[in-house]
């Protein structure tokens, strides 16, 4: 079936340094659309980056991501962590233009802590 | 510009009492409605979706139940909660007609004791 995998449930890291975090997925579809979704403490789950595009980066917010369909990959990552970037990280998938695209899979998340 | 409120905002519930949670989403017509479920500390669970009123599609049930009234409108309930009925639940919306970003309400945060 179609999976999102998120192999990091914890990261922490210093302020500064860079930020990676992992997404693979399983799919189906053949055109998949991939999704970074944040979630900052009691706050709802907001977009940061999607893609559709294979091999084509996309930025937002000093973070970027690139859609890599031979290897099933969407890592999000950023040049340097800010305190503010502390948060929940979710990958999601979804099938662009298809019969299932009202069906959104998230990965089990990445808790980011940026220490001073 | 859109609005989406959920409520209520958090509930405290008995085992095998009813529940009925609701969204309701302003300044747009015709949207794609989501029930969300996000267990403390666990991944977000697409229950279900609906494409438009009285059109209830489910993704996975969890014993719950969701009904679209009105074009604004969506209901997650239940006439019997579980303890594993806690978390969570998020209503969210995205365009007609493949509209790509999910746009999430605050949310309701449900303990059942």
């Known amino acids: 079936g179609d999976s999102v995998t998120q192999t990091e449930g914890l990261v922490t890291l210093t302020e500064g340094l860079p930020v990676m975090l992992n997404c693979t997925y399983q799919?189906?579809?053949?055109?998949?659309?991939l999704f970074w979704y944040v979630q900052h403490l009691n706050e709802s789950p907001r977009l940061l980056l999607k893609?559709?595009?294979?091999?084509k980066r996309t930025e937002h917010q000093g973070f970027h991501a690139t859609l890599h369909k031979s290897s099933s990959s969407f890592h999000l990552q950023k040049s340097s962590a800010q305190l503010s970037d502390s948060a929940l990280y979710y990958c999601a998938l979804s099938d662009r233009g298809g019969s299932n695209y009202n069906v959104l899979y998230f990965g089990s998340g990445t808790k980011l802590t940026v220490e001073p | 510009a859109q609005t989406i409120h959920q409520w209520p905002v958090a509930e405290i519930k008995a085992v095998g009492s009813p529940l009925s949670l609701g969204c309701t989403i302003k300044?747009?017509?015709?949207?794609?409605l989501y029930w969300y479920w996000q267990a403390t500390g666990g991944t977000l669970q697409q229950l279900f979706y609906s494409i438009t009123v009285g059109q209830v599609e489910s993704v996975v049930q969890l014993n719950l139940s969701a009904s679209r009234p009105k074009d604004d409108q969506f209901i997650l309930s239940t006439e019997k909660l579980l303890l594993s009925h806690s978390g969570f639940y998020l209503c969210?919306?995205?365009?007609w007609g493949g509209g790509d970003t999910l746009y999430f309400g605050a949310g309701t945060r449900l303990s059942v004791l």
């Open positions: 969210a919306w995205k365009d």
């Open positions: 799919t189906i579809y053949s055109n998949p659309f």
């Open positions: 300044g747009k017509s015709s949207p794609n």
């Open positions: 893609s559709f595009t294979d091999n």
